[in-house]
Protein backbone atom coordinates (compact mmCIF):
# COMPACT_ATOMS: atom_id res chain seq x y z
CA UNK A 1 0.00 0.00 0.00
CA UNK A 2 1.49 3.16 -0.79
CA UNK A 3 2.08 6.62 1.16
CA UNK A 4 -0.75 8.54 -0.82
CA UNK A 5 -3.60 5.23 -0.24
CA UNK A 6 -3.00 6.19 3.88
CA UNK A 7 -2.68 9.60 3.61
CA UNK A 8 -6.43 9.48 1.82
CA UNK A 9 -7.91 7.86 4.28
CA UNK A 10 -6.38 9.47 7.56
CA UNK A 11 -7.92 12.69 5.41
CA UNK A 12 -11.22 11.05 5.27
CA UNK A 13 -11.43 8.94 8.41
CA UNK A 14 -10.06 12.19 10.09
CA UNK A 15 -13.20 14.19 8.05
CA UNK A 16 -15.28 11.58 9.12
CA UNK A 17 -14.63 11.74 12.92
CA UNK A 18 -14.56 15.50 12.86
CA UNK A 19 -18.43 15.55 11.24
CA UNK A 20 -19.47 13.38 14.23
CA UNK A 21 -17.69 14.77 16.78
CA UNK A 22 -17.46 18.74 16.52
CA UNK A 23 -20.09 20.48 18.14
CA UNK A 24 -20.72 23.61 16.19
CA UNK A 25 -23.19 21.96 13.53
CA UNK A 26 -21.61 24.54 10.69
CA UNK A 27 -18.38 23.03 11.33
CA UNK A 28 -20.08 19.61 11.23
CA UNK A 29 -20.75 20.28 8.01
CA UNK A 30 -17.80 21.83 6.60
CA UNK A 31 -16.08 18.43 8.35
CA UNK A 32 -18.11 16.28 6.21
CA UNK A 33 -17.30 18.06 3.07
CA UNK A 34 -13.70 17.57 3.88
CA UNK A 35 -14.44 13.21 4.16
CA UNK A 36 -16.60 13.42 1.14
CA UNK A 37 -13.64 15.07 -1.04
CA UNK A 38 -11.48 11.97 0.76
CA UNK A 39 -13.80 9.70 -0.48
CA UNK A 40 -13.52 11.10 -4.17
CA UNK A 41 -9.79 10.83 -3.75
CA UNK A 42 -9.92 7.24 -2.96
CA UNK A 43 -12.65 6.31 -6.24
CA UNK A 44 -9.74 8.43 -8.40
CA UNK A 45 -7.46 6.24 -7.01
CA UNK A 46 -8.88 2.99 -7.43
CA UNK A 47 -9.17 4.09 -10.92
CA UNK A 48 -13.26 5.01 -11.07
CA UNK A 49 -12.56 8.20 -12.24
CA UNK A 50 -16.67 8.35 -13.43
CA UNK A 51 -17.91 7.64 -10.16
CA UNK A 52 -15.03 10.23 -8.24
CA UNK A 53 -16.18 13.35 -10.19
CA UNK A 54 -19.53 12.26 -9.71
CA UNK A 55 -18.58 11.83 -6.51
CA UNK A 56 -17.40 15.35 -6.26
CA UNK A 57 -20.60 16.87 -8.11
CA UNK A 58 -23.16 15.58 -6.27
CA UNK A 59 -21.67 15.19 -2.35
CA UNK A 60 -19.66 18.29 -2.21
CA UNK A 61 -21.50 20.50 -5.20
CA UNK A 62 -25.03 19.52 -3.83
CA UNK A 63 -25.19 17.38 -0.76
CA UNK A 64 -23.57 19.74 1.27
CA UNK A 65 -24.66 22.87 0.15
CA UNK A 66 -28.16 21.63 0.73
CA UNK A 67 -26.75 20.43 4.54
CA UNK A 68 -25.30 23.69 5.26
CA UNK A 69 -28.71 25.65 3.70
CA UNK A 70 -30.24 23.14 5.97
CA UNK A 71 -28.37 24.04 9.21
CA UNK A 72 -28.67 27.68 8.72
CA UNK A 73 -32.59 27.70 7.61
CA UNK A 74 -33.10 25.79 11.17
CA UNK A 75 -31.08 27.94 12.86
CA UNK A 76 -28.74 25.50 14.02
CA UNK A 77 -25.27 27.24 13.44
CA UNK A 78 -25.30 28.15 17.65
CA UNK A 79 -23.85 25.27 19.37
CA UNK A 80 -26.91 24.38 21.76
CA UNK A 81 -26.45 24.80 25.70
CA UNK A 82 -27.75 21.39 27.27
CA UNK A 83 -25.26 18.78 25.05
CA UNK A 84 -24.76 17.91 21.56
CA UNK A 85 -25.17 14.06 22.34
CA UNK A 86 -28.09 12.01 23.10
CA UNK A 87 -29.50 11.11 26.53
CA UNK A 88 -28.54 7.42 25.38
CA UNK A 89 -25.36 7.89 23.61
CA UNK A 90 -23.22 5.51 25.62
CA UNK A 91 -25.71 2.32 24.07
CA UNK A 92 -25.14 3.91 20.36
CA UNK A 93 -21.44 4.28 20.89
CA UNK A 94 -20.95 0.41 22.01
CA UNK A 95 -23.44 -0.56 18.90
CA UNK A 96 -21.32 1.58 16.78
CA UNK A 97 -17.95 -0.67 18.22
CA UNK A 98 -19.42 -3.78 18.21
CA UNK A 99 -20.92 -3.24 14.50
CA UNK A 100 -16.88 -2.42 13.37
CA UNK A 101 -15.58 -5.10 15.40
CA UNK A 102 -17.85 -7.60 13.40
CA UNK A 103 -16.95 -6.11 10.03
CA UNK A 104 -13.24 -5.61 11.20
CA UNK A 105 -13.01 -8.96 12.06
CA UNK A 106 -14.77 -10.46 8.89
CA UNK A 107 -12.49 -8.38 6.42
CA UNK A 108 -9.46 -9.52 8.68
CA UNK A 109 -10.40 -13.12 8.45
CA UNK A 110 -11.45 -13.18 4.86
CA UNK A 111 -8.19 -11.31 3.82
CA UNK A 112 -6.84 -14.62 2.13
CA UNK A 113 -9.54 -15.69 -0.23
CA UNK A 114 -10.21 -11.77 -1.01
CA UNK A 115 -9.95 -11.67 -5.32
CA UNK A 116 -6.92 -9.21 -5.57
CA UNK A 117 -6.81 -8.08 -9.98
CA UNK A 118 -3.35 -6.64 -10.67
CA UNK A 119 -4.61 -4.80 -14.36
CA UNK A 120 -6.02 -1.67 -14.05
CA UNK A 121 -9.41 -1.61 -15.83
CA UNK A 122 -9.25 1.13 -18.76
CA UNK A 123 -13.24 1.99 -18.55
CA UNK A 124 -13.96 4.88 -20.81
CA UNK A 125 -16.84 7.15 -20.33
CA UNK A 126 -18.09 6.07 -23.42
CA UNK A 127 -18.41 2.51 -21.85
CA UNK A 128 -20.39 3.78 -18.98
CA UNK A 129 -22.77 5.71 -21.43
CA UNK A 130 -22.83 2.78 -23.64
CA UNK A 131 -23.73 0.22 -20.55
CA UNK A 132 -26.19 3.31 -19.08
CA UNK A 133 -28.18 3.19 -21.94
CA UNK A 134 -28.12 -0.64 -22.98
CA UNK A 135 -27.71 -2.69 -20.42
CA UNK A 136 -28.75 -0.45 -17.37
CA UNK A 137 -31.39 1.44 -19.27
CA UNK A 138 -34.17 0.35 -17.06
CA UNK A 139 -32.46 0.95 -13.74
CA UNK A 140 -31.52 4.91 -15.21
CA UNK A 141 -35.04 5.43 -16.37
CA UNK A 142 -36.24 4.33 -12.58
CA UNK A 143 -33.64 6.33 -11.05
CA UNK A 144 -34.82 9.46 -13.25
CA UNK A 145 -38.19 8.39 -11.72
CA UNK A 146 -37.31 8.28 -8.21
CA UNK A 147 -35.01 11.65 -8.44
CA UNK A 148 -38.37 13.73 -10.17
CA UNK A 149 -40.46 12.08 -7.17
CA UNK A 150 -38.06 12.83 -4.51
CA UNK A 151 -37.63 16.32 -5.03
CA UNK A 152 -41.12 16.82 -5.98
CA UNK A 153 -41.79 15.45 -2.33
CA UNK A 154 -39.05 17.14 -0.70
CA UNK A 155 -40.71 20.46 -2.12
CA UNK A 156 -44.20 19.64 -0.81
CA UNK A 157 -43.06 18.54 2.66
CA UNK A 158 -41.05 21.63 2.92
CA UNK A 159 -44.23 23.88 2.00
CA UNK A 160 -47.07 22.03 3.82
CA UNK A 161 -47.26 23.83 6.92
CA UNK A 162 -47.44 27.27 5.09
CA UNK A 163 -49.81 25.88 3.17
CA UNK A 164 -52.12 24.84 6.24
CA UNK A 165 -51.85 28.36 7.67
CA UNK A 166 -53.50 29.99 4.68
CA UNK B 1 0.78 -6.87 8.11
CA UNK B 2 -1.02 -5.06 5.09
CA UNK B 3 2.63 -5.35 3.91
CA UNK B 4 1.31 -8.67 1.71
CA UNK B 5 -2.49 -8.49 2.25
CA UNK B 6 -4.14 -7.52 -0.64
CA UNK B 7 -5.00 -3.72 -1.07
CA UNK B 8 -9.04 -4.64 -1.03
CA UNK B 9 -8.78 -5.26 2.42
CA UNK B 10 -7.49 -1.91 3.15
CA UNK B 11 -10.14 -0.33 1.58
CA UNK B 12 -12.52 -2.72 3.23
CA UNK B 13 -11.40 -1.38 6.41
CA UNK B 14 -11.34 1.96 6.00
CA UNK B 15 -15.03 1.34 4.50
CA UNK B 16 -16.02 -0.07 7.87
CA UNK B 17 -14.59 2.55 10.03
CA UNK B 18 -16.43 5.24 8.40
CA UNK B 19 -19.60 3.43 8.16
CA UNK B 20 -18.97 2.68 12.16
CA UNK B 21 -18.74 6.37 12.69
CA UNK B 22 -21.47 7.43 10.76
CA UNK B 23 -23.48 5.11 12.64
CA UNK B 24 -21.92 6.32 15.91
CA UNK B 25 -23.02 9.83 14.66
CA UNK B 26 -26.37 8.77 13.67
CA UNK B 27 -26.91 6.87 17.58
CA UNK B 28 -25.57 9.62 19.46
CA UNK B 29 -25.96 12.90 18.17
CA UNK B 30 -29.40 14.66 19.43
CA UNK B 31 -29.75 17.35 16.11
CA UNK B 32 -31.73 15.69 13.15
CA UNK B 33 -29.02 16.92 10.83
CA UNK B 34 -26.26 15.10 12.27
CA UNK B 35 -28.00 12.19 12.13
CA UNK B 36 -28.47 12.52 8.35
CA UNK B 37 -24.89 13.31 8.21
CA UNK B 38 -24.19 10.24 9.70
CA UNK B 39 -26.26 8.27 7.62
CA UNK B 40 -24.69 10.19 5.24
CA UNK B 41 -21.42 9.04 5.90
CA UNK B 42 -22.74 5.18 6.39
CA UNK B 43 -24.12 5.69 2.73
CA UNK B 44 -20.48 6.62 1.07
CA UNK B 45 -18.87 3.70 3.14
CA UNK B 46 -21.01 1.40 1.03
CA UNK B 47 -20.17 3.22 -2.08
CA UNK B 48 -16.78 2.88 -1.07
CA UNK B 49 -17.20 -0.93 -0.98
CA UNK B 50 -18.80 -1.11 -4.17
CA UNK B 51 -16.28 0.56 -5.69
CA UNK B 52 -12.75 -1.42 -4.27
CA UNK B 53 -14.71 -4.78 -5.29
CA UNK B 54 -15.33 -3.56 -9.01
CA UNK B 55 -11.79 -2.52 -9.24
CA UNK B 56 -10.08 -5.76 -7.37
CA UNK B 57 -13.17 -8.12 -8.31
CA UNK B 58 -12.49 -10.76 -11.13
CA UNK B 59 -14.54 -9.01 -14.04
CA UNK B 60 -13.90 -5.18 -14.02
CA UNK B 61 -15.22 -4.23 -17.25
CA UNK B 62 -18.82 -5.85 -16.94
CA UNK B 63 -19.27 -2.34 -14.80
CA UNK B 64 -21.38 -3.76 -12.43
CA UNK B 65 -19.65 -2.63 -8.99
CA UNK B 66 -19.18 1.09 -11.12
CA UNK B 67 -23.05 1.07 -11.79
CA UNK B 68 -23.87 0.13 -8.13
CA UNK B 69 -22.08 2.74 -7.40
CA UNK B 70 -22.99 5.43 -9.05
CA UNK B 71 -27.23 4.61 -8.69
CA UNK B 72 -26.43 4.71 -5.14
CA UNK B 73 -25.32 8.00 -5.20
CA UNK B 74 -28.23 9.45 -7.33
CA UNK B 75 -30.36 7.45 -4.41
CA UNK B 76 -28.70 9.38 -1.55
CA UNK B 77 -28.63 12.66 -3.14
CA UNK B 78 -32.69 11.76 -3.54
CA UNK B 79 -32.53 10.46 -0.08
CA UNK B 80 -30.85 13.85 1.21
CA UNK B 81 -33.03 16.08 -0.37
CA UNK B 82 -36.47 14.25 1.26
CA UNK B 83 -34.78 14.00 4.54
CA UNK B 84 -33.63 17.72 5.06
CA UNK B 85 -37.22 18.86 3.83
CA UNK B 86 -38.40 16.28 6.54
CA UNK B 87 -36.23 18.48 8.92
CA UNK B 88 -36.89 21.45 7.65
CA UNK B 89 -40.78 21.06 7.73
CA UNK B 90 -40.24 19.25 11.30
CA UNK B 91 -38.40 22.86 12.85
CA UNK B 92 -41.31 25.01 11.39
CA UNK B 93 -43.90 22.80 13.17
CA UNK B 94 -42.07 21.89 16.86
CA UNK B 95 -39.71 24.96 16.22
CA UNK B 96 -36.45 22.69 17.22
CA UNK B 97 -34.45 19.99 15.31
CA UNK B 98 -33.47 17.92 19.03
CA UNK B 99 -34.46 14.48 18.06
CA UNK B 100 -34.89 13.92 22.12
CA UNK B 101 -37.59 16.29 22.18
CA UNK B 102 -39.44 14.91 19.27
CA UNK B 103 -41.31 11.98 21.70
CA UNK B 104 -44.91 12.32 20.35
CA UNK B 105 -46.24 11.67 16.79
CA UNK B 106 -49.28 13.59 16.79
CA UNK B 107 -48.93 18.12 15.79
Redo the contacts between chains.
Sequence with gaps: ?SFV?YAI?AL??AG??A??LLKN?VH??LA?TV??AG?AL??LE???Q??GF??IL??IG??AI??V???L??R?AET?KD?????N?L???V???G??AV??WA??QS?RV????TTT?T?TVL??GN??MGR?VL?LEI?AL??TA??I???I??M??KERAK | MMGQATPLAAYLLVAALLFSIGLAGALTRRNAILVLIGIELMLNAANLNLIAFWRYGPHPELLTGMMFAIFSIAVAAAEAAVGLGLVISIHRHAHTTDLDAMNRMRG
Design positions: MFATVGLAVTCALAFLMFLDAFAAQVYAVLVFAILTNPGVYSRWAGLIAAVFLGVLVLPHEPVDIALYPVLLALGAVVAHE
